[in-house]
C-alpha cells in the first residue's frame, strides 16, 4: 500500500488571533496543513520539526520575531521563514533577510500575494534538501573511499596528472589510474569534470574563480 505524502505543514507565528485564523484558513483552502501560535515562545517551545516554513511576525509580546529567528538558526532548523510585518517595520525586515528570511510581506497583504510567497518558500525548501541529502551522500561515500583514493581524487580535482600524483604519493602511475578509477565510481562520477564538481560541493578543493 502506497502511503499518501502529508501536505505540507505552515506554522503561524502571530499574536493576533483573528489573523491566525484568517490565515489557518486560506492556507487550509490550497491544501496546506497549519499550527497557530500566539508567541515565539510557544512556538520554539513546540519543537516544530514537521514544519516546512513559517510566517512569522516580527512584533510580539515577549521574544520578537528577529529572536525567534535568531533561536531557529542556532538550533539549526532549515525551514523558509516569511516574515509578516507592520507599518514602519521594513528596516527590521530587511534585517531578517540579511539573517537568512525568504521573504517579507508587509501587513495588509492579499491572499494571493502570501499564497505565492508560501509556495515559492516550500520550493525552494525543498530545492535545498535535496541539496543538502546530495552532499550527504556523497559525504558518506567519500568517507567510505580508502585514505589513499581520497588523496588521489583530490589531487585530480586539483589538476595534477597521473604522473604527478605518482610521483608526489611515490606510487606507480598505474596505481593511480587504478585508485581514480575506483574513486570516480564509487562516488557516480562519470567523467574528470563531474569529480572536480564533486570535490567542489564537499569542500575538497576551492571552486575556480568566477571571471
Known amino acids: 500500500m502506497t502511503e499518501v505524502p502529508a501536505s505540507p505543514c505552515i506554522a503561524v507565528v502571530d499574536d493576533d488571533e483573528a489573523l491566525r485564523d484568517s490565515l489557518a484558513w486560506l492556507l487550509d483552502s490550497v491544501?496546506?496543513?497549519?499550527?497557530?501560535?500566539?508567541?515565539?515562545?510557544?512556538?520554539?517551545?513546540?519543537?516544530?520539526?514537521?514544519?516546512?516554513?513559517?510566517?512569522?511576525?516580527?512584533?510580539?509580546?515577549?521574544?520578537?520575531?528577529?529572536?525567534?529567528?535568531?533561536?531557529?538558526?542556532?538550533?539549526?532548523?532549515?525551514?523558509?521563514?516569511?516574515?509578516?510585518?507592520?507599518?514602519?517595520?521594513?528596516?527590521?525586515?530587511?534585517?531578517?533577510?540579511?539573517?537568512?528570511?525568504f521573504d517579507f510581506l508587509e501587513k495588509p497583504f492579499n491572499q494571493q500575494q502570501l499564497i505565492d510567497a508560501v509556495q515559492q518558500a516550500l520550493a525552494e525548501h525543498q530545492r535545498l534538501g535535496e541539496i543538502r541529502a546530495r552532499i550527504d551522500d556523497l559525504r558518506a561515500r567519500y568517507d567510505a573511499l580508502r585514505p589513499k583514493e581520497r588523496r588521489i581524487m583530490v589531487h585530480v580535482a586539483e589538476g595534477m596528472t597521473s604522473r604527478e600524483i605518482a610521483v608526489h604519493l611515490d606510487v606507480s602511475a598505474k596505481t593511480v589510474e587504478i585508485y581514480r578509477l575506483r574513486a570516480m565510481k564509487a562516488l557516480g562520477a562519470a567523467n574528470l569534470a563531474e569529480l572536480v564538481r564533486i570535490c567542489v560541493a564537499l569542500g575538497l578543493v576551492d571552486p575556480l574563480p568566477q571571471r
Request: proline share 4%; aromatic share 4%; hydrophobic share 50%.
Open 31 to 101: 491544501g496546506l496543513a497549519t499550527r497557530a501560535f500566539a508567541d515565539g515562545e510557544a512556538f520554539l517551545a513546540a519543537g516544530l520539526d514537521v514544519c516546512d516554513a513559517v510566517l512569522l511576525d516580527v512584533r510580539m509580546p515577549g521574544l520578537s520575531g528577529l529572536q525567534v529567528q535568531q533561536r531557529l538558526i542556532e538550533r539549526g532548523d532549515t525551514a523558509p521563514i516569511i516574515f509578516m510585518t507592520g507599518h514602519g517595520d521594513v528596516p527590521m525586515a530587511v534585517a531578517a533577510l540579511k539573517a537568512g528570511a
